[in-house]
């Protein structure tokens, strides 16, 4: 297989480069953000460059993606500016076209663990909160990072002590706080460079003293809060949801429960309603399992149809397919 390394200032110009160079047989074997402007792809070919009919298979192209975006429930204008983006790359390779026009149109911020402004977790009841905030302190934990967990949610019975049997098992502080007050002297009680978390109480996006509330106590605190949001809901009542929490400061979205569900096109219409970027995607309940963190090809891989596990990860060398 012929290797290549391309670099854009998008992940569309760098895919977009690909086309130009390696055709529309190319396969995208890895996609790498470089800082913030700057995007890798390396993208293999396996076959010499043939005279194929480049126009009828960018057609075919754009009939799965359109089908797979009308399976997702994909908006229709959404799903159309989809197309129209997918269709500049003009890319034989479904995922490829897909990836770019969704990084065209989305923005993919995956959560640092290192150097971060304290995270709160926010969402409504049952989204998947805590188990998001365990999830992203094993992930630190594991990568020697030094974490420390908050929890804002004195509401709900039994919420301190889940978050309780996930601190002890990481052995990492846990503090409780009742007010913005609690949380800025909870913050500072933590080293500066821990990876700081703060869990709160499910909050209800159609009540605005919910809202208040939590605006309330992030307020005091330099945290950024991020959407938990569970994927499969209806699109229009997650379009208004994330619209709401985006009124709160969110910006990044930690999509949580892929795994119950075959529809994702909610999701996208959340993303696109709150401006939202994605983060995160659970796929399990098991706190093990952690989060993955989502790109552009990720994405377009699950809408095509791959499973989150095959989704995230590039096949091993020996048996990497085309990615079609
Ligand atoms: N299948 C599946 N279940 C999940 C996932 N994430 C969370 N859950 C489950 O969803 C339920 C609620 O998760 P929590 O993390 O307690 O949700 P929360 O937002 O903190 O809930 P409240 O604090 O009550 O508002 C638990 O049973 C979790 O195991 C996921 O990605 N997949
Ligand atoms: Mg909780």
Same mark, same amino acid.
């Given at each position: 297989m012929r290797l290549r390394t391309f670099t854009g200032a998008t992940l569309q110009e760098a895919i977009r480069q690909v086309r130009a160079e390696l055709g529309p047989d190319a396969v995208i074997l890895e996609t790498r953000r470089i800082g913030r402007r700057s995007h890798e792809v390396r993208a293999g070919l396996d076959a010499p460059e043939t005279a194929a009919p480049a126009a009828d298979a960018a057609n075919d192209t754009l009939d799965r993606i359109a089908t797979a975006l009308a399976f997702h429930g994909v908006p229709a204008r959404l799903a159309d500016r989809l197309a129209a983006a997918a269709g500049e790359l003009a890319s034989a390779d479904p995922v490829l076209a897909l990836a770019g026009a969704l990084d065209s149109l989305f923005a993919f911020e995956p959560v640092a663990t290192?150097?971060?402004?304290p995270l709160a977790l926010v969402g409504a009841?049952?989204?998947g909160k805590t188990s998001s905030l365990a999830r992203l302190a094993t992930r630190a934990r594991l990568a020697g990072q030094a974490v420390g967990a908050i929890t804002? #949610? @004195? *509401?709900?019975?039994g919420a301190e002590a889940q978050l309780a049997v996930y601190t002890r098992r990481l052995e990492i502080p846990a503090f409780r706080a009742a007010d913005g007050d609690g949380l800025a002297r909870a913050l500072t009680a933590l080293p500066n460079d821990a990876f700081r978390l703060i869990d709160t109480t499910g909050a209800n996006p159609r009540e605005p003293r919910d809202l208040q509330q939590l605006a309330r106590i992030l307020g005091q605190c330099d945290a950024e809060p991020i959407l938990v949001l569970p994927a499969g809901g209806d699109t229009l009542e997650m379009a208004d949801q994330a619209t709401g929490f985006a009124g709160l400061g969110c910006r990044r979205i930690v999509a949580t429960?892929? #795994? @119950? *569900?075959?529809?994702l096109g909610g999701l996208l219409a959340a993303a696109d309603a709150g401006r939202l970027a994605f983060a995160e995607f659970g796929c399990s309940?098991?706190?093990?399992?952690g989060l993955m963190p989502v790109n552009p090809v990720s994405l377009a891989r699950l809408l095509l149809g791959k499973s989150p596990a095959t989704a995230a990860t590039p096949a091993p060398a020996a048996t990497r397919e085309p990615v079609r």
């Open positions: 290192a150097g971060a402004r009841p049952g989204a804002c #949610d @004195l *509401v709900r019975a429960k892929l #795994d @119950l *569900v075959l529809r309940p098991e706190i093990g399992a």
